[in-house]
């Protein structure tokens, strides 16, 4: 199995898309692109799951490394890794795909090949992005993860799908452009792509800090439309309400919240200080817009993209916070929204697929229809809303806890205001949904309770909840080593004054290191 | 200095106009009745054995021929293999959507097959009067090829109009070429780049450089000089456009590159801004006027302007990088635009039923395959990564970054930005499920020819390549670049030494 790690992160790469090739070659008959594509998610789940398991928690640093040179001139390479910071991530990513695949199982009726294999392209570009270690590889792989999404919205939108794949498109498309001139800056500055390089360098003052600021803020704006980040949330609602389930589910809000941790805050320390105060404002004026923004939604899923945008601004609160407790957290409650939101997806299209409808009102005493689909969905919301136990309070109270303490009484208090509002919403959602008199609707349809397939889904999912709410460490240990390294150095660097290498033009900054 | 007969400097030139006489004499000797299309397929082997031919010449020393007019080296071996595919798959693309009642089937491949040869000739020529003869070559097959559906109203406004204006734009380049004859006594570009430095008049060097460059400009239709293009893609017919589109631009592109880095080295101060004006322009109305197109070949039409934009960024790059990344653009552009006037011909057909976005409702429910080899091209436009349409604009910014040119970058990627708006509603409507309108019957199921499939392999292959393997090419590239940026020195006479300081980089 030793042999396994050196290439471990390539086959994870490549399975998706080895399936999704083969999704696209056999013929669009039956079943048979949904079972294809499960059997491959599972596999690659499967071979997700070495990682942790093989992963040494006590060495900080990449693990799994591989770096072969791709291209000679500029010098891009094929440099893939992961620490602890990403290791859950790609196992969530992993561990999300089959059950988005069961997701979609029947809700999918219509040119399945093209689902299936699109689906199957973007589980290759999310792995991608959280493992790449070349600046270009990243790059390649974060637009990339842009192309399925936008073309399955567009093709299995639930009203107007182009113009809401358009919109989710451009919003993320156009601020990757100041983000590929900031790559590409960097590059000239010092002929390299490597991460681990440009870290030590730009920390090293090797680059010109005057510009190394807007060179930063690229970085930041890219990552900050993907989270979203108040103020440029508008697609979310949008891309929320149209979006097929299982992308919705899979996408959501990880990529962005990663980028932000490991290419703005590890990448650019004296900027992303200067920058946090902002970061932090704007966090929580996010919590709070997004939880009353979901208060007011008649349509679940508009309601569902609010939670959601609320929930990852409490996250970026975690990681402009800049402290310890705050990115544990932060990575974390990344993980436990994931899982969370899967759920919520996964049972409220459920739902939508046997009433045909998301507007909340139509809704009213589904608990007696369906006693088990209400049993999941009460456990999810309140592990969203943060009740002890379940895993997002151990998420949010790290965060939280380390506002507080470490950065400021003032926003602790407004994002917790954010917590209440939170249990508000959700909790008025199951009210609405689950009790009170039977509608109209419910009344006159009984399509059944979850089915064995939905539950295969769910179960899992809501196990996890708890496992992860009672027992963090299990998680803890690995990510702490991926969120040690950059701050040990942080203090020494800011102290540190900014040498400047201008005087051995000679060697470029990347042979420098080596 | 080369004991390598000439005639070997010119094979692929000399195959191609053996391929076009041939195709002329057989039609002019076959019954009327007889049909045309097989000459098609003679073209084609033309083309590819030409194609062969330019391959070759990697194994001969780089070096001039025919008394120093001629180049051979990797510089024009890049742009003669480049032509030739393009002029192939031009060809094949026409083989199966020519109506078979069209008349002058055989002239139409002919005047390909010429077309491709003023274009291979003007990549490798090095004295500016054989430039003239070759560019003539291939604009007047072009004029012809773009007046070819004459039945229709558009077709020959499109000819006339590209006449027109095309040999307007000659004029320029022949202006050019006089002056710059008249400020240093020689039309050898060689020669010139030597004395154009200390030329006695240096507004004459001047005014020469900008005649030229307004001349070859036109040719690739960047802003302000593309009033011609949206029209003219209109007019002609489909399989037309997807070769003007892409050969004619490319080997305008090899001759500006040449001009600008081997000719006009010394007035690096001179074109360097203007290039840069004249790309933010191109990408900028490119961009916004195709945003607002509903028919799909005048959207090309301002997509093609704003890929010449692009492209003109990369010649913000110092030296052999800018070459190289304008090289490579060049071909990345050229296999993708081909790509998708290859689907549109098929779709829209040659008499153009489905000339607009929204006929293209649904095409992936109704044709999977050519569906999807849309959006893929699409794609590669848009410059989504592991397409050749990515690693072009990133080599290409890569290099104008290098050159201090923060500003036109973060310029030229926005937009592309504005760019993946009308790019992706296209993507997108085509993907869209067919409406249910039952008043009006299904627009009718495309058909792929051999040919046209093999088009399509090939555009599709070389746009892979390019995104997911470019070393070989990039090193092709590379050493053109290289080849540009040392002249072979003049008997008796110091090399110049070109500026290749490198500029202070700012961001903005």
Known sequence: MDGLNQSILTVILLVPLAGAILVALLPDRGKLPNWIALLTSLVTFAFTLHLPARFAAAQPGFQFEVNHKWIADPAIFYHVGVDGLSLWLVVLTGLLAPIGVLASWNAVKERRKVFFSLFLVQQTAMFGVFVALDMMIYYAFWELSLVPMAVLIAMYGRKDGPRAALKFFLFTFIPSAPLLVAILWLYAHTHTFNFVYLQILINQGWVPAADLFWCSLAFLVAFAVKVPVFPIHGWIADTFNEAPVALAMVVAGKLGLYSMLRFHVELFHAQSQAIAPLMIALAVIGILYGACLALAQRDYWRLLAFAAFSEYSMIVLGIYGLTFTGWTGAVYQMLNVGVVEGALFLLLGAIENRYGTSQIQAYGGLAAKAPRLVSFFVIASLAMVGLPLLNGFVGEFLILSSTFTEVSHGWAVAAALGVILGATYMLWLVQRIFYGAESELVHANSPGDLGFRELAGVAPLAVLMLVMGVAPSLWFSSIQTGVHGPLVSQPAQSKSPLKTPASSPNTTPAEAIQ | MN???????????????????????????????????????????????????????????????????????????????????????????????????????????????????????????????????????????????????????????????????????????????????????????????????????????DAALAFMLVGILFKVSASPFHIWTPD???????????????????????????????????????????????????????????????????????????????????????????????????????????????????????????????????????????GCVLIFFLISLTGIPFTGGFFGKFYAFSAAIGGGAVILALIGLLNSGIAAAYYLRFAFVS??????????????????????????????????????????????????????????????????????????????
């Open chain 2, 232 to 370: 003219v893609y209109e007019g002609a017919p489909a399989p037309v456009v997807a070769l003007l589109s892409t050969a004619p631009k490319v080997a305008a592109f090899a001759f500006l590159l040449r001009i600008v880095y081997q000719m006009f080295p010394s007035l690096h101060a001179l074109w360097s801004p203007l290039l840069w004006v004249v790309a933010v322009l191109s990408m900028t109305i490119g961009n916004l006027a195709a945003l607002r197109q509903q028919n799909i070949k005048r959207m090309l039409a301002y997509s093609s302007i704003a890929h010449a934009g692009y492209l003109l960024a990369a010649f913000a790059g110092v030296g052999s990088t800018g070459i190289a990344a304008a090289a490579f653009y060049t071909a990345a552009y050229a296999a993708m635009n081909i790509g998708i006037f290859a689907v549109v011909t098929v779709v829209s057909g040659y008499d153009e039923k489905l000339p607009m976005v929204g006929d293209y409702r649904g095409l992936i429910y109704r044709a999977p395959v050519l």
């Open chain 2, 431 to 508: 993907a869209q499920k067919p409406a249910a309108n039952h008043d009006q019957p299904p627009a009718p199921k495309p058909q792929i020819g051999a040919a046209v499939a093999a088009a399509l392999g090939l555009a599709v292959c070389s746009t892979l390549i390019l995104g997911i393997a470019p070393n070989e090419v990039l090193r092709v590239a590379e050493s053109a670049g290289h080849t540009l940026q040392a002249p072979a020195p003049a008997p008796g006479e110091a090399p110049v030494v070109a500026p290749s300081a490198r500029p202070a980089i700012s961001m903005p």
């Open chain 2, 3 to 205: 004991e390598l007969p000439s005639i070997l400097r010119i094979l692929p030139e000399v195959v191609l106009t053996l391929t076009g006489v041939l195709i002329m004499l057989v039609d002019a000797s076959l019954p009327p009745a007889w049909p045309r299309r097989h000459l098609g397929w003679v073209a084609a082997a033309g083309a590819t054995c030409a194609l062969y031919a330019s391959l070759l010449q990697f194994l001969m020393p780089e070096g001039t021929g025919f008394f120093g007019t001629v180049e051979t080296s990797a510089f024009t071996i890049f742009f003669h293999v480049l032509i030739c595919g393009l002029v192939l798959v031009a060809i094949l693309i026409s083989l199966d959507t020519l109506p078979d009642d069209t008349h002058h089937q055989g002239e139409f491949y002919a005047l390909s097959v010429f077309s491709a040869v003023g274009m291979c000739l003007l990549t490798g020529a090095v004295e500016l009067l054989l430039v003239f003869i070759a560019l003539e070559i291939s604009s007047i097959a072009t004029y012809i090829l773009a007046g070819f559906r004459k039945t229709t109203g558009r077709g020959p406004e499109a000819a006339i109009k590209y006449f027109l204006l095309g040999s307007f734009a000659t004029a320029f380049l022949l202006y050019g070429i006089a002056l710059i004859f008249g400020a240093t006594g020689t039309t050898q570009i060689y020669e010139i780049a030597h004395t154009a430095a200390t030329a006695p008049n240096r507004l004459f060097v």
